[in-house]
């Protein structure tokens, strides 16, 4: 019996040795792995606390076991020639009563219940840590999957902000290329633009450069034509004589068809004085134009006491026989005299004919508007709205109805 219950108490001694050393590995290793866990530092504290209850707890029931080893009469591990008595027992039974009061303390199975009781409460106490633990690597467990858990999603966040980082830059890459395109289109357009402007200033450049000839070629005209009125004006330079007079009031002049001459001029008569004063004698107005010589009417004589006579002079401000005219026909001309009619008799008088308007230009013929049912389009509209009619106008050309031009080319 003694020897059972030694060695009963000895393995028991040791179990509880052992479970608490796996318990302290245990405890130790969880300490170790999560440590980095702040949530459970309390726990492994608490456990701390627990180990070195046990094993005070421990070191109790190691006593008690040694006590008991004395009552029972096994000899003392520490001393191998010692054997206890029975009133060494009695004398520990009654000093493990005094220390763990004991409800007989001279009572070995008492002593021995007492011990199994407590050996109980210590297994509770154990199963009660082993179940704490369980309780601690369960939380330690969960806390790990949700961290897992945690660190899956934070890596599917990671993947997916890479992707739309990544989407975002194909994107930009997208628009970049796009706006690059936009800019060269750009480019091009405003080099086009520039281009346009270019050859407009060109245009615009040339159609000054126009406009200033027109206006020195206008300025040169007036100058030409103050000229030509200059010496229209001056009776020091006649345009003809009077060849004869008849008694009827009719004479005749040296001017005819070759100087362009026109029915209808009006000349003034003059002869020089002594001293080279100018005397006018009257004026006269051509009747009927011949090729070498004209007829004219004496329509006013200033003196009868002075007469029109043969080699008196004649000059007129719009008529001077060394000019050569040129002429410009627009328009509709009247049946039988076409405009190739009349530029090829004014051509045979001497004159040029010219196609359009310019500063050289001395009258243009204005015939009538062109037809509507006219094929040429160009020629169905009033001759006073044309182009050419507003150039004669800046240029101060002399205008003439074609009806009085065809008197003046009429064949007699």
């Known amino acids: 019996m003694s020897h059972r219950v030694r060695g009963a108490g000895e393995v028991s001694v040791m179990w509880v040795i052992v479970l608490f050393i796996l318990l302290a590995a245990a405890a130790f290793g969880m ?40 009552v029972v009469g096994f000899k003392d591990a520490a001393d191998a020639m010692s054997f206890s008595n029975v009133t060494q027992i009695q004398g520990k039974l009654t000093s493990l009563g005094e220390t763990y009061d004991f409800v007989n303390s001279t009572d070995l199975s008492g002593v021995i219940d007492a011990l199994a009781t407590n050996r109980d409460s210590l297994d509770q106490e154990v199963t009660k840590l082993k179940d704490q633990v369980q309780a601690a690597n369960d939380a330690r467990s969960a806390l790990q999957a949700g961290i897992g858990d945690q660190l899956a999603q934070k890596d599917t966040q990671i993947n997916d902000l890479r992707q739309n980082l990544q989407d975002e830059r194909d994107r930009a890459a997208a628009q970049e290329q796009q706006d690059a395109d936009r800019i060269t289109a750009l480019q091009s357009q405003v080099q086009d633009a520039q281009s346009r402007a270019s050859a407009a200033q060109d245009e615009a450049a040339s159609s000054v450069a126009q406009v200033e000839d027109q206006l020195k070629m206008r300025d040169a005209r007036i100058a030409e034509l103050s000229q030509k009125v200059e010496l229209m004006g001056s009776p020091d330079r006649p345009d003809g004589e009077i060849l004869a007079v008849s008694s009827v009031g009719t004479c005749y002049i040296d001017l005819g068809k070759k100087n362009l001459l026109q029915r209808g001029t009006r000349f003034e008569v003059f002869r020089h004085g002594k001293g ?9 107005e051509v009747r009927k134009v011949g090729e070498l010589e004209s007829e004219a009417g004496i329509v006013q004589s200033y003196s009868q006491f002075d007469p029109i006579a043969a080699g008196d002079m004649i000059a007129a401000p719009t008529f001077d026989r060394e000019m050569k005219r040129e002429f410009v026909l627009l328009g509709r001309f009247p049946s039988g005299y076409s405009r190739e009619v009349v530029a090829s008799r004014l051509r045979s008088l001497g004159a040029d004919v010219a196609e359009t308007v310019s500063a050289s230009t001395d009258v243009l013929v204005l015939g009538d508007a062109e037809r509507q049912d006219d094929s040429d389009e160009e020629e169905s509209s009033d001759p006073l709205d044309s182009d050419a009619y507003r150039l004669a106008q800046f240029y101060k050309v002399q205008i003439l109805p074609a009806r009085e031009i065809i008197d003046f080319v009429r064949y007699d």
């Not at 209850?53 to 076991?65: F, I, K, L, Q």
Request: aromatic share 4%.
């Open 31 to 70: 300490y170790s792995k999560m440590s980095e866990q702040a949530g459970y530092i309390d726990q492994i504290e608490k456990l701390q606390v627990e180990r070195d209850r046990v094993s005070e707890r421990v070191t109790e029931v190691s006593g008690e076991m040694k006590a008991l080893t004395d």
């Open 276 to 284: 080279g004063d100018v005397i006018s004698k009257g004026l006269i």
